[in-house]
């Protein structure tokens, strides 16, 4: 999972319509000269992505992302210039990558075809969600994570761990006491700490 760390700075990240969309990127990058900085293998037994990353300018990288394990590609700029850099230099880094947008992350949590289909939209649009609050994706959320499916509350507890948002410090805690899953109670609570602990 792509956290800033180190003094790097991470734009929001953008989710690729195609999943297997490591080929198209590298041939965008190429054509933009930018060279290829990271070459990294994923490691799907421990949810690791793969990571591939080109230097758009100095100090600041285009990153793409394969997660094998949770099934999606997206990419993101990384900087140690600082966020407004990496984010200034984002409509370049995406502009021949086929991305989804906010409207149509938000809108597949309600109209994917079955319970797989949608818990899936919920992880993608909690990777692609924006970095600041965002009352549309956190009421799709919310409602996921009171679902009766299990996968579909799973989703929901993942998509909230990408967003990093506060505001679901709560609900987190509230998942990780009451929900009829342990697994998901305990994955809840894994989350919550990583969050600094329950909400107020």
């Known amino acids: 999972m792509s956290l800033s760390s180190g003094g ?9 319509r195609q999943f297997r969309a490591e080929e198209s990127v590298a041939e965008f990058a ?3 000269g930018w060279p290829m900085t ?16 080109w230097q758009i300018a100095p100090g600041a990288t285009l990153n793409f992302f394969q997660d094998d394990t949770l099934r999606v590609s997206y990419v993101s700029v990384m900087s140690g210039l600082g966020r407004e850099f ?17 409207s149509e ?18 992880i993608q649009a909690g990777i692609g969600a924006p970095r600041e609050f965002d009352e549309r994706y ?18 929901a507890v993942h998509a909230i761990f990408y967003t990093k ?4 410090a709560d609900i987190l805690t509230d998942i990780s006491e009451a ?11 894994r989350v919550l700490t990583a969050f600094g602990g329950a909400g107020s």
């Open 8 to 16: 790097v700075s991470r734009s929001r990240r953008f989710v690729l």
């Open 30 to 32: 190429a054509r933009m």
């Open 38 to 53: 990271v070459d990294l293998p994923g490691d799907k037994r421990r949810g690791v992505p793969r990571r591939l990353a």
């Open 86 to 102: 990496a984010d200034q230099l984002i409509p370049l880094a995406v502009a021949e990558i086929d991305v989804y947008d906010d």
């Open 105 to 122: 992350l938000v809108h597949r949590m309600d109209d994917a075809g079955n319970e797989k289909e949608r818990a899936k939209a919920v």
């Open 138 to 155: 956190y009421a799709c959320f919310l409602q996921a994570a009171e679902n009766r499916t299990p996968a579909i509350r799973e989703a």
């Open 165 to 168: 948002w506060q505001e679901f």
């Open 179 to 189: 929900d009829p899953k342990k697994a998901i109670r305990e994955f809840a609570g």
